[in-house]
Every structure is written in C-alpha cells, then in structure tokens.
C-alpha cells in the first residue's frame, strides 16, 4: 500500500521554462513533505522540505507548494536548467521518535537543452 | 571527505552465500537507517539505529541482520543470499527530529547482484 505517490514516470521539459513534478499522499498525519534529487550511481541528495501547516516554501529556483486538503503537493523549478536532469523523489515524514521517511517511486526528469 | 560512505559500491555473489555491507558517517548524526531500492526504483525504509539502538525494524526477512557497533558505524549482514536480495541498498544518516526538516543525507549505494 503506497502512501505516498509521484504518477508520471517521466517528465521532459525545455531549458529555461518551468518543471512540475507532482506528488499525492494518503496519510493525513505527515508532519513534512521532502523532494529528493538522485543522478546515476549517486545516493539521493536532499533539496527542499515543507512543514504540514505550510502550504508554499521557496529556496532559489525551487519552490515546494502543499494542498492539505488535496493530499497534494508540488515541485516547481523555474528556470530549469540542464544540469537539472535527474529522478526527482518525494518523501513524507512521519514524525514522532523514528522520523521515518516513505519515499515516492521517482519522476525522471530530462531538461532538453 | 565523503560524509556518508558505503563499501562495497558493488558486490557480485552466489545465491547461498552471507555478505556485509559496512556504512559509515561523519556528520556527527545520531541515527542512521537502510533503505532497499527494488528493480521498480521503490525506495523503502528497513532499519533506522539511534544510538545503537534498533527504532526501526520493517517486515524484513530474518536474514537480514543489522549492527551498529557505535552511533557513526551501521552494517548490514545477509545470510543465505537470494535471487530477490538484488537491489541498491542505501545508508543514510540524520540527526534525531529533524529528518523532517532536513532530510537524511545518503550514501552513494551498493548495488548487490545474486547470481
């Protein structure tokens, strides 16, 4: 049972426009949403977080927007770059003693030049 | 100076046989965690220590053993190796609460491939 969801396998967009990766979960009782970056061969590498009384958090080209009541969230990059390119994860934490994070199954990005 | 590392990167071995694989980290965390990526690219959680201490066992078949020697150092020991134990397993790392926050810091993998 997948508690946490990413539906398009891949994605392709052109360099410079906008990149929307999506997420959708089932658990109510998150308390943080991540967005994990994986290029080949490498672990995944940690981008940006949002708290579940939040609904938008912004670091430089990428912002993370939250719907509670959608059980929905969202992974802009804008302008995306070439350097882009990679799987994009998903994360949702659950909090409490163990902070445990379930994963998405990954949205390949290609941003073409 | 890598902050979460793993040995071996890859590890080719026969069905029947036991392997480690050894995971340390210089980050000064607390807890460390296995995770198991599937040939579907699913990432899940299936051992979380905090210091030294097991918080996280998922329904991982008992020949599945980790050991955490010390708060920096998590190994995980297979016995009786099987078809289905191929996959990329990864070590990560956070400090106690603020996985959330700040997200696990991974290491760069092991791919084990049963033959």
């Known amino acids: 049972d997948q508690q946490v969801k990413q539906n398009s396998p891949s994605l392709s967009v052109q360099e410079g426009r906008i990149s929307i990766l999506n997420c959708d979960y089932t658990n109510s009782m998150f308390d943080y949403f991540l967005w994990y970056k994986k290029y080949p061969a490498e672990g995944p590498t940690f981008l940006i977080s949002i708290s579940s009384i939040k609904d938008k958090n912004e670091d430089g080209r990428f912002t993370v927007f939250l719907n509670k009541s959608a059980k929905h969230l969202s992974l802009h990059i804008v302008p995306s770059q070439p350097g882009d390119s990679a799987v994009y994860f998903c994360?949702?934490?659950?909090?409490?003693?163990?902070?445990?994070?379930?994963f998405g199954t990954g949205t390949l990005l290609a941003v073409q030049p | 100076d890598t902050a979460v590392s793993q040995t071996p990167k890859y590890l080719v071995t026969q069905m029947g046989n036991d392997k480690s694989i050894k995971c340390e980290q210089n980050?000064?965390?607390?807890?460390m965690y296995w995770y198991k990526q599937d040939s579907k690219k699913f990432l899940k959680i299936m051992f979380s220590?905090?210091?030294?201490?097991?918080?996280i066992n998922e329904t991982v078949p008992n020949r599945f053993s980790p050991k955490s020697p010390d708060k920096a150092h998590l190994n995980l020991h297979i016995n009786s190796l099987e078809l289905g134990d191929s996959a990329v397993y990864f070590c990560?790392?956070?400090?106690?609460?603020?996985?959330?926050?700040?997200?696990?810091?991974f290491g760069s993998g092991t791919r084990l491939t049963v033959v």
């Open positions: 220590y905090n210091n030294k201490e097991l918080i």
């Open positions: 990560a790392s956070s400090q106690a609460g603020t996985g959330g926050i700040y997200g696990y810091t």
């Open positions: 994360a949702a934490s659950e909090g409490g003693a163990t902070n445990k994070l379930i």
């Open positions: 980050l000064g965390h607390d807890t």
